[in-house]
């Protein structure tokens, strides 16, 4: 009898064990299925880019596309402008977002919590609210159609402070009492100690915030006119214009290069991001 | 000098780069904001005050009506489905047993997040094609009728919500997971002991320790649908005819092809508002419905 309902209740674990598996293949097959269009149809003649039947797998090799999103639009320039851009921005998160987790996690000064209550107020002042007044000063200092500008408007990171700093305070005090005893200064203690402590959260606020980055499109299209200036998400535009429906195939043939990078990203970024999203920790 | 002296000015030197920035670019941004709505402004010629008016227009604009309600719509489709879908996907595959397997599904559920949301939508919007695109040739496999996704006032939310659940799920997808991986596993222990089923496992353990971090995600999702705007600036350009139009695509056609800065920045005032208020109220409620144990 026992060993029966032992049974039984093994073979329930694994139907539903089969059950979850099927599952997830199923919904994960729907993820990656778009994917698989966008590439075989980006290797498709231009005159068959949309006909039917739709291609999941490469029916022709056409690698024309790709030499044609180079001809048409200076596609090269805007993967450069959003590595700079993205890249700027990210190094000011770890320098800036750091620097004042540390002040708000260690150190008592007057307004100190006040002061932290408005800078994380900004997660709920969107882009869109502070945008025409920030184009209207951009403009009056002749700085629309410049990428710097792009990368000074995503210099302040209120959640990567967020994240960094509840690190930090969860960091023991005996290092830091120890190095102030020694006669080390605020600059020493937050560089040395601090800062190589917190690295998990460090690195996932600057993979979230370089994806959010790298995919901004509502700031490009506001400030940069020009083809020159352009990153890949308003080149992407650009390209659909230029190009557009003469061939489709050769727009998406655009859109897989520009995944390239996304995928580079994953590789190295995800382990942090998992590691960092759980030691950060989000309570309270 | 003291120490407390010396550890306010240290204190202040730390933030003061984040500081100065956050002012000009954002408290001072959003001042303007409410100093333009209250005004006639022009780049090129003088500008004046107007008092209320742009108010009384915005309150008087038949339009105002119609695309605060379909971004409120968007808010209401999109945070549920997001928590619902995000969750079910995130328990299903920290149940699965292999790391190998937790990888590969982590990474297709993840991957879209990172990918150029300009591009995949271009893409998306080829995908949603009437006559060519892929998923109405699937639904013709069926033997059912052609959908018109972006053309009709209906279908445009659905198409919507299905690219929204592709490209974003990742987000609350790898929130959800971290959260469920930080779930103590003692707890669960003690559960099974006691003959808990699953599904009291699930109700009484799982979603309450899960709480902050649904909090968090809530959160966020509900001050990112309100700003939404990439999607339907490619897909539906706010069509057809209104009927997908949402605020933040509104202000910026006020604003940037218009040139109508003042109404605009009335228009973005009142979402800021509306905003502020939601996620202020989240907080007072949260003291009902989240757990932070201890």
Sequence with gaps: MATKSLEAKMLGKNVGRLFLQVFLILVGLLYFAPFLWMFSTSLRLAKDSFSLPPALFPTAFEIGNYFEV????????????????AVVVALGNVIFSSMAAYSFARIRFPGRNILFLVLLSGLMITNQVTAIPQ????????????????VLLWLVNPLGIFLIRQQMMAISDSYEEA????????????????????????????????????NDF??????????????????????????????????????????????????????YLLEGLSTGGLKQ | MNKKFSDAIAGYLFILPVLLLFIVLTLGPLVGTLLLSFSKFSLLSSSRWVGLSNFFNLFSDARMGVIYGNTLFFVFILVPLHVIVGLVLAVSVEGLTKGSAKYLFRTTFFFPVLATTASVAIAWGMMFDTSFGLINWFIGLIGAKAIPWLNSPVWVYVAVAIFSLWKFIGNSFIYFLVGLQSIPVELYEAAMLDGASPRQRFFRITLPMLSPTMFFVVVNL????????????????????????TVGLYIYETAFQY?????????????????????????????????YGN
């Design chain 1, 70 to 85: 180079f001809n048409k639009v200076p596609f090269f320039s805007f993967f450069l402008n959003s590595f700079k851009v």
């Design chain 1, 135 to 150: 184009f209207i000063l951009m403009a009056k200092l002749h700085m629309i159609d410049n990428t710097w500008t792009l």
């Design chain 1, 179 to 214: 190095a102030l005893m020694d006669g080390a200064n605020r600059w020493w203690i937050y560089s040395r100690i601090m800062v190589p402590m917190s690295v998990p959260a460090i690195s996932v606020s600057t993979v979230l915030w370089f994806v959010a980055n790298w």
């Design chain 1, 218 to 271: 509502f700031r490009p299209l506001l400030f940069i006119n020009t083809w020159e200036n352009m990153t890949l998400p308003l080149g992407m535009t650009a390209l659909t214009g230029a190009v557009g429906s003469g061939n489709y195939s050769a727009v998406l043939a655009g859109v897989m290069l520009s995944l390239l990078p996304c995928v580079v990203i994953y590789i190295f970024g995800q382990r």
């Design chain 2, 222 to 245: 509900i001050i990112g649908a309100a700003q939404i705007f990439d999607e339907p600036y490619f897909l539906t350009a706010g069509g057809p005819g209104d009927s997908s139009r």
């Design chain 2, 259 to 291: 040139h109508n800065y003042s109404y605009g920045s009335a228009v973005a005032l009142s979402l800021f508002l509306v905003i502020l208020l939601v996620t202020l109220l989240q907080f007072k409620l949260q003291k009902k419905w989240v757990f």
